[in-house]
Structures are given as structure tokens and as C-alpha cells.
């Protein structure tokens, strides 16, 4: 690999609440268990030494409130970037939008949907990978800059659900 050292965390949502009587899809919030394993990953990323420096969200009701649980676990708070773009948002859109980020991010975390991040997981690492909800898949590249890495390969470091943490 060539380039700048990044590193990817793609993060679905945390579960959400069908019952809630959300006026559609993307104004659908968060349940119980979603509010409760949002923080969860949030406290893993942090014992794993994968605080972000940019948190990169799709503005779905149930996404952006996954992050706001989140956001108490990093100091110093990552830069926030909410964008309609990645609202169902695959590889494709995420390569796009890392054209505004800053170069000088080194750990960005990509919140959003299904399946377009299982399927940016697979495309970039060459594995399969289950992204449940509020799963995480912690992954390594390279590049001068974010679409430059985000068009070359991927490892995965690690994948991690909260029904696998022991905190749970």
C-alpha cells in the first residue's frame, strides 16, 4: 500500500423503533436496545484506541441519534459531518463524499445504513461481513488521500457487534 496510513470504522445505526409512528423511513428513531448499544460501541472504540477524528452521518433520525449517544466517549470530539448523501448511502456515495474531507484525518467513522455498508465492507476488504445493528467493521487502507483510499484495498481489522461485548 501506498500513501497516508487511514483508518475506516463503518457503523450501522443502532436498532430503531417500527412502532414508533415515524411519518416514514427516514424520520424512524431509535428503540431501547438501539439507545442503549449506541454508547456501548462508542466506550469499545475507545478501549480499542479507535476514537475518530471526523464522525461522518447520515442525517436519518435513527443515525443521528445513535451518534449523539455516542459522542460523550470521545475526547477530543471528533470533527461531525451530517449529510443527506449518506442516507442509504453505498461505496459509491461514500467515495464521493470523501472528497470535502480533510486529509489530515487519520480515523473517520462512517455512520450509516444497509445494506450499502455491508456491501462497502465486502467490496473494500473482500470478506463478508453481517453489519447488524450498530455493528462496526474497523478497517485499515492507504492513501494520499480518502477517495484515493477508498478506491484501493481494505483490510479488516476487526468487526464487532454489542451482542459480542461482554458489557452487554
Same mark, same amino acid.
Given at each position: 500500500?501506498?500513501?497516508?496510513?487511514?483508518?475506516?470504522? !463503518?457503523?450501522?445505526?443502532?436498532?430503531?423503533?417500527?412502532?414508533?409512528?415515524?411519518?416514514?423511513?427516514?424520520?424512524?428513531?431509535?428503540?431501547?436496545?438501539?439507545?442503549?448499544?449506541?454508547?456501548?460501541?462508542?466506550?469499545?472504540?475507545?478501549?480499542?484506541?479507535?476514537?475518530?477524528?471526523?464522525?461522518?452521518?447520515?442525517?436519518?433520525?435513527?443515525?443521528?441519534?445513535?451518534?449523539?449517544?455516542?459522542?460523550?466517549?470521545?475526547?477530543?470530539?471528533?470533527? !461531525?459531518?451530517?449529510?443527506?448523501? !449518506?442516507?442509504?448511502?453505498?461505496?459509491?456515495?461514500?467515495?464521493?463524499?470523501?472528497?470535502?474531507?480533510? %486529509?489530515?484525518?487519520?480515523? @473517520?467513522?462512517?455512520?450509516?445504513?444497509?445494506?450499502?455498508?455491508?456491501?462497502? @465492507?465486502?467490496?473494500?476488504?473482500?470478506?463478508?461481513?453481517?453489519?447488524?445493528?450498530?455493528?462496526?467493521?474497523?478497517?485499515?487502507?492507504?492513501?494520499?488521500?480518502?477517495?484515493?483510499?477508498?478506491?484501493?484495498?481494505?483490510?479488516?481489522?476487526?468487526?464487532?457487534?454489542?451482542?459480542?461485548? %461482554?458489557?452487554?
Amino acid at each position: 500500500m501506498n500513501g497516508t496510513p487511514r483508518r475506516l470504522i !463503518l457503523m450501522r445505526h443502532g436498532k430503531s423503533d417500527w412502532t414508533s409512528g415515524a411519518a416514514d423511513d427516514h424520520a424512524r428513531p431509535l428503540n431501547e436496545r438501539g439507545r442503549h448499544d449506541a454508547p456501548t460501541m462508542a466506550s469499545w472504540l475507545v478501549a480499542q484506541g479507535w476514537a475518530p477524528d471526523a464522525v461522518i452521518c447520515s442525517d436519518a433520525t435513527r443515525t443521528w441519534e445513535t451518534w449523539e449517544r455516542m459522542a460523550g466517549a470521545f475526547s477530543p470530539p471528533p470533527a !461531525l459531518v451530517v449529510s443527506r448523501e !449518506l442516507y442509504h448511502a453505498g461505496l459509491s456515495e461514500l467515495i464521493q463524499h470523501a472528497r470535502s474531507w480533510d %486529509p489530515a484525518w487519520r480515523t @473517520v467513522l462512517a455512520l450509516g445504513h444497509n445494506p450499502g455498508w455491508e456491501e462497502a @465492507v465486502h467490496t473494500l476488504t473482500g470478506q463478508h461481513e453481517a453489519m447488524k445493528t450498530a455493528s462496526c467493521a474497523l478497517m485499515v487502507g492507504q492513501g494520499a488521500s480518502w477517495p484515493e483510499a477508498l478506491l484501493g484495498s481494505w483490510e479488516l481489522q476487526e468487526a464487532m457487534r454489542p451482542r459480542l461485548l %461482554p458489557t452487554r
